[in-house]
Protein backbone atom coordinates (compact mmCIF):
# COMPACT_ATOMS: atom_id res chain seq x y z
CA UNK A 1 0.00 0.00 0.00
CA UNK A 2 3.12 2.24 -0.53
CA UNK A 3 3.75 4.16 -3.24
CA UNK A 4 7.48 3.64 -2.92
CA UNK A 5 7.27 0.03 -1.87
CA UNK A 6 9.58 -2.19 -3.90
CA UNK A 7 8.69 -5.83 -2.45
CA UNK A 8 11.16 -5.19 0.31
CA UNK A 9 8.90 -5.41 4.04
CA UNK A 10 9.45 -2.55 5.87
CA UNK A 11 10.05 -2.98 9.97
CA UNK A 12 6.70 -2.47 11.51
CA UNK A 13 8.27 -0.24 14.62
CA UNK A 14 9.97 1.95 11.50
CA UNK A 15 6.61 2.50 9.80
CA UNK A 16 4.84 3.17 12.84
CA UNK A 17 7.13 6.06 13.76
CA UNK A 18 7.66 7.90 10.15
CA UNK A 19 3.84 7.40 9.79
CA UNK A 20 3.16 8.83 13.01
CA UNK A 21 -0.39 10.79 12.71
CA UNK A 22 -0.15 11.49 9.28
CA UNK A 23 -3.61 9.35 8.16
CA UNK A 24 -5.53 11.36 10.64
CA UNK A 25 -4.35 14.72 9.82
CA UNK A 26 -4.14 13.72 5.99
CA UNK A 27 -8.22 13.69 6.27
CA UNK A 28 -8.71 17.69 5.51
CA UNK A 29 -6.00 16.73 2.86
CA UNK A 30 -8.24 14.39 0.62
CA UNK A 31 -10.61 16.94 -1.37
CA UNK A 32 -7.59 18.74 -2.20
CA UNK A 33 -5.54 15.77 -2.96
CA UNK A 34 -7.93 14.81 -5.72
CA UNK A 35 -8.55 18.08 -6.76
CA UNK A 36 -4.92 18.21 -7.40
CA UNK A 37 -5.37 14.60 -9.30
CA UNK A 38 -8.08 15.98 -11.35
CA UNK A 39 -5.96 18.88 -12.53
CA UNK A 40 -3.23 16.55 -13.24
CA UNK A 41 -4.97 14.10 -15.10
CA UNK A 42 -6.51 16.55 -17.33
CA UNK A 43 -2.83 18.12 -18.19
CA UNK A 44 -1.87 14.34 -19.12
CA UNK A 45 -4.56 13.82 -21.22
CA UNK A 46 -3.30 17.57 -23.05
CA UNK A 47 -0.20 16.17 -23.68
CA UNK A 48 -0.99 13.02 -24.44
CA UNK A 49 -0.12 10.45 -21.91
CA UNK A 50 -3.80 10.00 -20.59
CA UNK A 51 -6.49 8.80 -23.25
CA UNK A 52 -9.56 10.77 -22.70
CA UNK A 53 -11.94 7.89 -21.69
CA UNK A 54 -9.07 7.34 -18.99
CA UNK A 55 -9.09 10.78 -17.98
CA UNK A 56 -12.66 11.56 -18.03
CA UNK A 57 -13.18 8.20 -15.48
CA UNK A 58 -10.37 9.14 -13.24
CA UNK A 59 -12.25 13.12 -13.10
CA UNK A 60 -15.44 10.85 -11.92
CA UNK A 61 -14.22 8.89 -9.97
CA UNK A 62 -11.99 11.74 -8.03
CA UNK A 63 -14.96 13.53 -8.04
CA UNK A 64 -16.65 10.82 -5.95
CA UNK A 65 -13.67 10.89 -3.55
CA UNK A 66 -14.34 14.70 -2.99
CA UNK A 67 -17.79 13.90 -2.01
CA UNK A 68 -17.16 11.54 0.44
CA UNK A 69 -14.13 13.76 1.77
CA UNK A 70 -17.23 16.43 2.05
CA UNK A 71 -19.28 14.16 3.81
CA UNK A 72 -16.64 13.24 6.37
CA UNK A 73 -16.87 9.80 5.29
CA UNK A 74 -13.77 9.31 3.60
CA UNK A 75 -11.09 7.24 6.01
CA UNK A 76 -7.16 6.33 5.61
CA UNK A 77 -6.86 2.71 7.05
CA UNK A 78 -3.80 1.61 8.88
CA UNK A 79 -3.19 -0.56 5.62
CA UNK A 80 -2.32 2.87 4.04
CA UNK A 81 0.63 5.63 4.42
CA UNK A 82 -1.14 8.78 3.74
CA UNK A 83 -3.70 10.67 1.82
CA UNK A 84 -2.06 10.14 -1.49
CA UNK A 85 -1.14 6.50 -1.41
CA UNK A 86 -5.23 5.24 -0.51
CA UNK A 87 -6.47 7.92 -3.16
CA UNK A 88 -4.11 5.90 -5.82
CA UNK A 89 -5.38 2.61 -4.27
CA UNK A 90 -8.85 3.62 -4.91
CA UNK A 91 -8.37 4.76 -8.34
CA UNK A 92 -6.69 1.34 -9.39
CA UNK A 93 -8.91 -0.82 -7.93
CA UNK A 94 -11.62 1.02 -10.02
CA UNK A 95 -10.38 2.30 -12.66
CA UNK A 96 -7.27 -0.37 -13.46
CA UNK A 97 -4.35 0.84 -15.37
CA UNK A 98 -5.95 4.34 -15.31
CA UNK A 99 -5.33 4.63 -11.73
CA UNK A 100 -1.25 3.23 -11.82
CA UNK A 101 -1.34 6.34 -14.59
CA UNK A 102 -1.99 8.93 -12.25
CA UNK A 103 1.04 9.45 -10.64
CA UNK A 104 3.26 9.89 -14.02
CA UNK A 105 4.95 13.17 -13.93
CA UNK A 106 4.67 13.70 -10.51
CA UNK A 107 5.82 12.76 -6.55
CA UNK A 108 4.08 13.07 -3.36
CA UNK A 109 6.65 16.14 -2.39
CA UNK A 110 4.84 18.31 -5.17
CA UNK A 111 1.38 15.98 -4.70
CA UNK A 112 1.15 17.28 -0.89
CA UNK A 113 2.85 21.04 -1.59
CA UNK A 114 -0.32 21.38 -3.96
CA UNK A 115 -2.49 20.10 -1.47
CA UNK A 116 -1.65 22.03 1.53
CA UNK A 117 -1.43 25.21 -0.49
CA UNK A 118 -5.00 24.35 -2.06
CA UNK A 119 -5.98 23.93 1.50
CA UNK A 120 -4.44 27.11 3.08
CA UNK A 121 -5.55 29.04 0.49
CA UNK A 122 -9.59 28.07 1.40
CA UNK A 123 -8.54 28.61 5.29
CA UNK A 124 -7.33 31.64 4.74
CA UNK A 125 -10.22 32.72 2.83
CA UNK A 126 -12.36 31.46 5.74
CA UNK A 127 -10.26 32.94 8.45
CA UNK A 128 -10.54 36.24 7.00
CA UNK A 129 -14.62 35.98 6.86
CA UNK A 130 -14.32 35.39 10.58
CA UNK A 131 -12.75 38.40 11.44
CA UNK A 132 -14.57 40.44 9.14
CA UNK A 133 -17.37 39.15 10.77
CA UNK A 134 -15.99 39.97 14.28
CA UNK A 135 -14.89 43.54 12.93
CA UNK A 136 -18.63 44.37 11.97
CA UNK A 137 -19.88 43.14 15.91
CA UNK A 138 -17.03 45.47 17.54
CA UNK A 139 -18.07 48.46 15.07
CA UNK A 140 -21.44 47.68 15.74
CA UNK A 141 -21.06 47.79 19.68
CA UNK A 142 -18.62 50.87 19.16
CA UNK A 143 -21.56 53.08 17.76
CA UNK A 144 -24.13 51.38 20.28
CA UNK A 145 -21.51 52.48 23.16
CA UNK A 146 -19.55 55.36 21.62
CA UNK A 147 -21.10 57.79 24.69
CA UNK A 148 -19.85 55.72 27.72
CA UNK A 149 -17.07 56.71 29.40
CA UNK A 150 -14.50 54.33 30.70
CA UNK A 151 -11.42 54.70 32.13
CA UNK A 152 -8.00 54.32 30.38
CA UNK A 153 -4.82 53.19 32.21
CA UNK A 154 -0.84 53.01 32.00
CA UNK A 155 1.01 50.61 33.98
CA UNK A 156 -2.03 49.62 35.36
CA UNK A 157 -2.47 53.18 36.90
CA UNK A 158 -5.66 55.22 36.01
CA UNK A 159 -4.52 57.55 33.23
CA UNK A 160 -7.08 59.26 30.93
CA UNK A 161 -10.46 59.21 29.86
CA UNK A 162 -11.35 56.48 27.35
CA UNK A 163 -14.94 55.11 26.44
CA UNK A 164 -16.26 52.05 24.96
CA UNK A 165 -16.74 53.55 21.56
CA UNK A 166 -13.03 53.93 21.62
CA UNK A 167 -12.16 50.45 23.34
CA UNK A 168 -14.33 48.60 20.88
CA UNK A 169 -13.03 50.16 17.61
CA UNK A 170 -9.59 49.86 18.70
CA UNK A 171 -9.93 46.30 18.36
CA UNK A 172 -11.67 46.43 15.06
CA UNK A 173 -9.13 48.76 13.72
CA UNK A 174 -6.40 46.67 14.63
CA UNK A 175 -8.06 43.07 12.87
CA UNK A 176 -7.47 45.57 9.89
CA UNK A 177 -3.62 45.09 10.54
CA UNK A 178 -4.48 41.16 10.68
CA UNK A 179 -6.23 41.40 7.64
CA UNK A 180 -3.40 42.73 5.99
CA UNK A 181 -1.15 40.04 7.39
CA UNK A 182 -4.17 37.24 6.02
CA UNK A 183 -3.70 38.94 2.37
CA UNK A 184 0.12 38.47 2.53
CA UNK A 185 -0.08 34.99 3.58
CA UNK A 186 -2.70 34.21 0.92
CA UNK A 187 -0.53 35.90 -1.91
CA UNK A 188 2.38 33.41 -0.42
CA UNK A 189 0.13 30.16 -1.18
CA UNK A 190 -1.67 31.18 -3.88
CA UNK A 191 0.97 29.36 -6.06
CA UNK A 192 0.89 26.73 -7.90
CA UNK A 193 3.67 24.15 -7.23
CA UNK A 194 2.63 20.77 -8.94
CA UNK A 195 4.69 19.63 -12.04
CA UNK A 196 7.76 20.58 -9.33
CA UNK A 197 7.68 16.27 -8.67
CA UNK A 198 10.45 15.70 -6.18
CA UNK A 199 12.19 19.00 -6.46
CA UNK A 200 13.77 18.82 -10.17
CA UNK A 201 11.20 19.23 -11.71
CA UNK A 202 10.12 15.77 -14.84
CA UNK A 203 11.48 14.73 -18.50
CA UNK A 204 8.03 14.58 -19.20
CA UNK A 205 7.11 17.73 -21.60
CA UNK A 206 4.36 18.33 -19.04
CA UNK A 207 1.87 21.70 -18.83
CA UNK A 208 2.58 23.72 -15.54
CA UNK A 209 0.78 26.36 -16.44
CA UNK A 210 -2.30 24.62 -17.78
CA UNK A 211 -2.69 22.87 -13.90
CA UNK A 212 -2.30 26.71 -12.76
CA UNK A 213 -5.19 27.96 -14.61
CA UNK A 214 -7.10 24.56 -13.83
CA UNK A 215 -6.49 24.48 -10.40
CA UNK A 216 -7.39 28.21 -10.46
CA UNK A 217 -4.03 29.59 -8.79
CA UNK A 218 -2.95 33.13 -9.06
CA UNK A 219 0.51 32.30 -10.38
CA UNK A 220 3.23 29.35 -10.90
CA UNK A 221 5.96 28.57 -8.25
CA UNK A 222 8.41 27.90 -11.67
CA UNK A 223 11.41 27.22 -10.39
CA UNK A 224 11.10 23.88 -9.22
CA UNK A 225 13.48 24.25 -6.38
CA UNK A 226 11.90 27.15 -5.63
CA UNK A 227 8.61 25.06 -5.45
CA UNK A 228 9.89 22.63 -3.03
CA UNK A 229 11.50 25.27 -0.51
CA UNK A 230 8.28 26.24 -0.42
CA UNK A 231 7.40 23.92 1.50
CA UNK A 232 7.84 25.40 5.39
CA UNK A 233 7.66 28.88 4.22
CA UNK A 234 4.04 28.54 3.42
CA UNK A 235 3.15 27.22 6.22
CA UNK A 236 5.26 29.80 8.36
CA UNK A 237 4.12 32.61 6.90
CA UNK A 238 0.10 31.58 7.10
CA UNK A 239 0.99 30.99 10.80
CA UNK A 240 2.49 34.62 11.34
CA UNK A 241 -0.86 35.73 9.76
CA UNK A 242 -2.80 33.68 12.39
CA UNK A 243 -0.43 34.62 14.91
CA UNK A 244 -1.65 38.03 14.55
CA UNK A 245 -5.34 37.05 14.82
CA UNK A 246 -4.46 35.27 17.73
CA UNK A 247 -2.75 38.19 19.57
CA UNK A 248 -5.42 40.51 18.92
CA UNK A 249 -8.13 37.97 20.50
CA UNK A 250 -6.31 37.01 23.15
CA UNK A 251 -5.53 40.72 24.25
CA UNK A 252 -8.97 41.46 24.18
CA UNK A 253 -10.27 38.55 26.12
CA UNK A 254 -7.74 39.52 28.68
CA UNK A 255 -9.15 43.03 29.11
CA UNK A 256 -12.54 41.07 29.22
CA UNK A 257 -11.29 38.83 32.26
CA UNK A 258 -10.08 42.21 33.87
CA UNK A 259 -12.73 44.75 32.96
CA UNK A 260 -15.39 41.80 34.50
CA UNK A 261 -13.59 41.42 37.71
CA UNK A 262 -14.86 43.13 40.54
CA UNK A 263 -11.97 45.56 41.16
CA UNK A 264 -12.69 46.77 37.78
CA UNK A 265 -16.42 45.95 37.47
CA UNK A 266 -16.61 48.01 33.95
CA UNK A 267 -18.56 44.94 32.39
CA UNK A 268 -20.37 41.61 33.20
CA UNK A 269 -22.04 38.54 31.23
CA UNK A 270 -24.71 36.74 31.19
CA UNK A 271 -24.93 33.87 33.42
CA UNK A 272 -24.73 31.61 29.71
CA UNK A 273 -21.30 32.92 29.50
CA UNK A 274 -20.01 32.19 33.01
CA UNK A 275 -19.06 29.65 34.49
CA UNK A 276 -19.44 28.83 38.78
CA UNK A 277 -16.99 27.19 41.06
CA UNK A 278 -17.27 23.81 42.60
CA UNK A 279 -17.45 25.42 46.36
CA UNK A 280 -18.03 28.98 46.22
CA UNK A 281 -21.56 29.68 44.92
CA UNK A 282 -21.04 33.54 44.14
CA UNK A 283 -18.79 32.84 41.31
CA UNK A 284 -19.03 34.05 37.58
CA UNK A 285 -15.76 33.03 35.60
CA UNK A 286 -15.24 34.26 32.39
CA UNK A 287 -13.80 30.88 31.18
CA UNK A 288 -14.76 31.19 27.74
CA UNK A 289 -12.57 34.32 27.54
CA UNK A 290 -9.62 32.61 29.53
CA UNK A 291 -9.69 29.57 27.56
CA UNK A 292 -9.27 32.11 24.00
CA UNK A 293 -6.82 33.39 25.57
CA UNK A 294 -4.56 30.39 26.58
CA UNK A 295 -5.94 28.88 22.80
CA UNK A 296 -4.88 32.27 21.19
CA UNK A 297 -1.24 32.17 23.02
CA UNK A 298 -0.85 28.56 22.29
CA UNK A 299 -1.21 29.72 18.65
CA UNK A 300 1.47 32.47 18.56
CA UNK A 301 3.96 29.87 19.59
CA UNK A 302 3.51 27.97 15.78
CA UNK A 303 5.72 30.36 13.95
CA UNK A 304 8.68 29.65 15.84
CA UNK A 305 7.82 25.84 16.27
CA UNK A 306 7.68 25.89 12.59
CA UNK A 307 10.98 27.76 12.44
CA UNK A 308 12.58 25.50 14.62
CA UNK A 309 11.63 22.77 12.50
CA UNK A 310 12.59 24.18 9.61
CA UNK A 311 15.57 26.79 10.01
CA UNK A 312 18.58 25.07 9.19
CA UNK A 313 17.51 22.39 6.48
CA UNK A 314 19.38 22.66 2.91
CA UNK A 315 17.46 22.80 -0.15
CA UNK A 316 15.13 19.98 -1.15
CA UNK A 317 12.79 17.69 0.74
CA UNK A 318 12.96 16.37 3.54
CA UNK A 319 11.39 14.20 5.99
CA UNK A 320 11.30 16.42 9.28
CA UNK A 321 8.76 18.87 6.97
CA UNK A 322 6.03 15.65 7.41
CA UNK A 323 5.96 17.56 11.26
CA UNK A 324 4.47 20.98 10.09
CA UNK A 325 0.95 19.51 9.64
CA UNK A 326 1.27 18.28 13.68
CA UNK A 327 1.49 21.44 14.54
CA UNK A 328 -0.68 23.91 12.12
CA UNK A 329 -3.54 22.17 10.89
CA UNK A 330 -5.10 21.91 14.56
CA UNK A 331 -3.72 25.81 15.36
CA UNK A 332 -6.46 26.26 12.64
CA UNK A 333 -9.21 24.17 13.71
CA UNK A 334 -8.51 26.06 17.29
CA UNK A 335 -8.44 29.43 16.10
CA UNK A 336 -11.52 29.15 13.99
CA UNK A 337 -13.24 27.87 17.26
CA UNK A 338 -11.99 31.04 19.10
CA UNK A 339 -13.27 33.41 16.27
CA UNK A 340 -16.15 32.05 16.73
CA UNK A 341 -16.94 31.82 20.27
CA UNK A 342 -15.53 35.26 20.31
CA UNK A 343 -18.26 36.39 17.77
CA UNK A 344 -20.69 34.32 19.44
CA UNK A 345 -20.06 36.19 23.01
CA UNK A 346 -19.20 39.42 21.88
CA UNK A 347 -22.81 40.45 21.52
CA UNK A 348 -24.04 39.86 25.17
CA UNK A 349 -21.19 42.09 27.11
CA UNK A 350 -22.74 44.45 28.66
CA UNK A 351 -20.73 47.81 29.98
CA UNK A 352 -21.62 49.75 32.62
CA UNK A 353 -22.37 53.35 32.18
CA UNK A 354 -21.13 55.32 35.28
CA UNK A 355 -17.79 53.85 36.12
CA UNK A 356 -16.59 57.38 36.29
CA UNK A 357 -18.92 58.68 39.31
CA UNK A 358 -16.62 56.66 41.57
CA UNK A 359 -14.44 59.61 43.02
CA UNK A 360 -10.95 57.73 42.04
CA UNK A 361 -11.28 58.26 38.34
CA UNK A 362 -11.88 62.14 38.86
CA UNK A 363 -7.80 62.29 37.96
CA UNK A 364 -8.24 60.83 34.69
CA UNK A 365 -9.29 64.61 33.70
CA UNK A 366 -6.16 66.41 34.90
CA UNK A 367 -4.21 66.52 31.07
CA UNK A 368 -7.50 67.86 29.87
CA UNK A 369 -7.88 70.84 32.79
CA UNK A 370 -3.89 71.74 32.10
CA UNK A 371 -4.25 71.61 27.99
CA UNK A 372 -7.71 74.03 29.15
CA UNK A 373 -5.22 76.46 30.84
CA UNK A 374 -2.33 76.06 27.94
CA UNK A 375 -5.08 77.12 25.44
CA UNK A 376 -6.03 79.79 27.90
CA UNK A 377 -2.63 81.27 27.53
CA UNK A 378 -0.12 79.35 30.25
CA UNK A 379 2.70 77.79 29.10
CA UNK A 380 2.40 73.76 29.34
CA UNK A 381 5.40 73.79 31.79
CA UNK A 382 3.48 76.20 34.25
CA UNK A 383 0.05 74.48 33.92
CA UNK A 384 1.13 71.13 34.53
CA UNK A 385 2.76 72.46 37.92
CA UNK A 386 -0.22 74.04 38.73
CA UNK A 387 -2.52 70.84 38.58
CA UNK A 388 -0.26 68.88 40.13
CA UNK A 389 -0.37 71.63 43.05
CA UNK A 390 -3.92 71.22 43.00
CA UNK A 391 -3.46 67.31 43.37
CA UNK A 392 -1.07 67.67 45.68
CA UNK A 393 -2.89 70.25 48.48
CA UNK A 394 -6.60 68.48 47.37
CA UNK A 395 -7.92 71.57 45.43
CA UNK A 396 -8.04 69.83 42.15
CA UNK A 397 -12.00 70.25 40.39
CA UNK A 398 -12.43 67.50 38.27
CA UNK A 399 -14.64 68.70 35.29
CA UNK A 400 -15.63 65.14 34.30
CA UNK A 401 -15.97 65.70 30.58
CA UNK A 402 -14.15 65.77 27.38
CA UNK A 403 -13.53 67.76 24.33
CA UNK A 404 -11.13 65.94 22.07
CA UNK A 405 -11.76 66.41 18.52
CA UNK A 406 -8.46 65.67 16.71
CA UNK A 407 -9.03 62.19 14.27
CA UNK A 408 -9.11 59.06 16.58
CA UNK A 409 -9.74 60.89 19.72
CA UNK A 410 -12.35 59.94 22.45
CA UNK A 411 -15.03 62.59 20.70
CA UNK A 412 -14.29 61.78 17.48
CA UNK A 413 -13.67 58.08 17.14
CA UNK A 414 -13.76 58.22 12.97
CA UNK A 415 -15.86 55.44 12.22
CA UNK A 416 -16.49 55.83 9.10
CA UNK A 417 -12.50 55.96 8.15
CA UNK A 418 -12.05 52.70 9.82
CA UNK A 419 -15.22 50.74 7.93
CA UNK A 420 -13.50 52.13 4.75
CA UNK A 421 -10.12 51.43 5.64
CA UNK A 422 -11.44 47.71 6.36
CA UNK A 423 -13.01 47.82 3.20
CA UNK A 424 -10.38 48.55 1.21
CA UNK A 425 -8.15 46.17 3.15
CA UNK A 426 -9.86 43.55 2.80
Known sequence: MKLWEKGIPTDKQIEHFTVGNDRELDLVLAKYDALGSIAHAKMLQQIGLLTTSETDSLVLALEDIIIDA?????????SFEDVH????YLLTVKLGD????????RSRNDQVLVDV???????????KEQVKTLFDLLMESAEKHQNILLPGYTHLQIAMPSSFGMWFSAYAETLIDDITMLNAALKIVDQNPLGSAAGYGSSFPINRTFT??????????????AAQMSRGKSEKTVAFAMSSVAATLAKFSMDVCLYMSQNFDFISLPAHLTT???????KKNPDVFELIRGKCNKIQALPYEITLITNNLPSGYHRDLQLLKEGLFPAIQNLKACLDIAIFAIKDIKVKEHILDDPKYNYLFTVDTLNEMVLAGM??????????????????????????????SINNLCLK?????MRDSY
Open 70 to 78: EKGHFEIED
Open 85 to 88: SKIE
Open 98 to 105: AGKKIHTA
Open 117 to 127: NLYLKDVVKEL
Open 212 to 225: TAELGFETLKFNSV
Open 276 to 282: GSSIMPH
Open 379 to 408: PFRDAYKAVAEQLENGTFKSPKETKHTHEG
Open 417 to 421: EIKRK
